[in-house]
């Protein structure tokens, strides 16, 4: 629980604050170089991002070709294939998380901005940021190896054989609530009290769950649980297939983000019932 | 961000950027900590290449397609060896264990010239070294096999091979960047939160989604002591790709960093400011 410090006066005051919410416009950010750096931080990491992951793909479905030279369980297989997914999640949330808060993900921008974490300038900059970054890093591979790409379905996230688009949407949401969650408890400052303001590698959690809904969700969609990831091989590969699907690796994920994003801020958080709090005379309560 | 400590009304961070080390510190060679620091990284560099390669060849050695580690279980010693070296040595000698990485963090003026040619020399001997002991242990499994060595994979061209060194070793380096950062560790209230973690886990991943194409270099150490030692023409060949495309790597990290992450050219200008510690 939170520990609790004997204030003046005899009230109880918690040993951290939650920060006010951020303004929906906040034109002087426009003038810094932090929010620009923050930009390019995003646009690189999703950059890295989609090359390793995508690339990972491609060399995996080349290796376990056996009509083409591959053999069985040659690549490293679709463990390896969530792996890259949540490991490059891990070290850019890393690198980037003291520039940019480390997105990496539509999502969490759009669930971070409901929680008035981010204002809607920075939000909008973000996502754009995320999907040209998206595109060029599957470009990169796509240049690496043309004919590999096409053939092997350019690692776009599409509906399997054998699922419906409900299944689909149901599953984008669910896994996108369980990043978003995550990313939401990594960076609550109660969670941060709770740890005596010492860090403990937050990114650590937040990769792992990108990792542990791979496992789960590769075989209904591929996983797209990131908009911009979708959105980057869609452009890429082109086809009619990836395109038809396209609308669920968006509204699934953006309907995950905000459930995970209500449930934190209202069930775990109880900022509504918060706000009646005026009452009390301590400001700190 | 970091945290600002008021002073009498002016704004200091707790953290203060190292000055860049003197291109030629010869006072550096007088001290034990130096030739320790050496002796750190050819040792590190020999374990690391002794653990990778035999578990390279161990896969290989396999008696069905799917009797050894896998590739993912390759990428895991690979990555899984850099996190174990790395906590161990970062001490000592900063735990660099690769060339591309000693020169990345050169060109940020984070160590100084003599000490990052003989990091190169020490991490190119052990790996020597290292792939030595693995031919000493299995000779001709380790002949046969393909002695572990990096070559451009049937199928990619030189420039792809030389793309995916590029941008390996730049997330790689990259990583060493961020976890080595003074602005970071004042975040983290100057705390270690396990910083070589990352750091194996970026060489995982690089691993994961380039062995397909090079058998993934991206440290030309690694790369050279396999070619010394299993010495074969197509190893020699495709050999400059491993290191002009990790040091091309490590030069774009450093200067993404540096330029436009720390934006140190733009504080450059700020000696106009009254507090030096700005």
Not at chain 1, 268 to 279: H, P, Q, T, Y
Request: a positive charge.
């Amino acid at each position: 629980m939170a520990k609790d410090v004997e204030g003046p006066d005899g009230f109880q005051t918690r040993d951290y604050e939650d920060p006010p919410p951020t303004p929906f416009f906040d034109a002087e950010e426009l003038t810094k170089w932090s929010l620009y750096r923050a930009v390019i931080a995003e646009f690189v990491a999703t950059l890295l991002f989609l090359y390793v992951t995508v690339l990972t793909v491609i060399g995996y479905k080349i290796q376990s070709d056996t009509k083409a030279g591959g053999v069985d369980c040659g690549g490293v297989g679709i463990l390896g294939i969530a792996w890259a997914f949540g490991g490059m999640i891990f070290i850019l949330v890393y690198c980037t998380a003291g520039i940019s808060g480390g997105h990496i993900n539509p999502a969490v921008t759009f669930g971070l901005f409901l929680a008035r974490k981010v204002s809607l300038i920075r939000a909008v900059l973000y996502m754009v940021a995320q999907c040209l970054g998206a595109i060029c890093g599957v470009g990169f591979v796509k240049a690496f190896q043309s004919s590999h790409y096409v053939n092997y379905g350019g690692g776009a996230n599409f509906l399997a054989d054998g699922y419906n688009t409900g299944t689909g949407l149901a599953a984008e949401i669910i896994g996108t609530f369980v990043l978003v969650y995550t990313v939401f408890s990594a960076t609550d400052p109660k969670r941060n009290a709770r740890d005596s303001h010492v860090p403990v590698l937050a990114p650590l959690p937040i990769g792992f769950a990108v990792f542990m809904v791979h496992l789960a969700t590769i075989p209904i969609t591929g996983t797209g649980i990131n908009p911009a990831r979708s959105f980057g091989a869609a452009v890429i590969f082109n086809k009619s297939k990836p395109w038809d699907d396209h609308w669920i690796f968006w509204v699934g994920p953006f309907i995950g983000a905000t459930i995970a994003a209500f449930y934190h801020q209202f069930v775990l958080r109880a900022s509504g019932s918060k706000s009646l709090g005026s009452f009390r005379s301590a400001a700190n309560v | 961000m970091s945290k600002e400590v008021s002073e009498e009304g002016r704004h200091g961070k707790d953290y203060v950027d190292p000055p860049p080390a003197p291109l030629l510190d010869m006072a550096e060679l007088k001290l034990w900590s130096f030739y320790r620091a050496i002796i750190a990284e050819f040792i590190a560099t020999l374990l690391f290449l002794y653990v990778t390669v035999a578990t390279v060849i161990g896969h290989k050695n396999q008696t069905g397609p799917c009797g050894g580690v896998g590739l993912l279980g390759i990428a895991w010693a690979f990555g899984g060896m850099i996190f174990v070296l790395v906590y161990c040595t970062a001490g000592i000698s900063g735990g660099h264990i690769n060339p591309a990485v000693t020169f990345g963090l050169f060109l940020a003026r984070k160590v100084s010239l003599p000490r990052a040619v003989a990091y190169m020399v020490a991490q190119c001997l052990g790996a020597i070294c290292g792939v030595g002991l693995v031919k000493a242990f299995m000779m001709t499994p380790y002949k046969r096999l393909g002695g572990g060595a990096n070559t451009v994979a049937d199928g990619y061209s030189t420039g792809t091979a030389l793309g995916a060194e590029i941008i390996g070793t730049f997330v790689l380096v990259y990583t060493v960047f961020s976890a080595t950062d003074p602005k970071r560790s004042a975040r983290d209230s100057h705390v270690p939160v396990l910083a070589p973690l990352p750091i194996g886990f970026a060489v995982f991943m690089v691993h994961l989604a380039t062995i397909p194409i090079t058998g993934t270099g991206i440290n030309p150490a690694r790369s050279f002591g396999a070619a010394v030692i299993y010495n074969n023409e197509k190893a020699w060949d495709d050999h400059w790709i491993f290191w002009v495309g990790p040091f091309v790597g490590a030069l774009a990290a450093a200067a993404y960093h540096q330029y436009i992450l720390r934006a140190a050219a733009i504080k450059a200008l700020a000696s106009f400011r009254s507090n030096p510690t700005n």
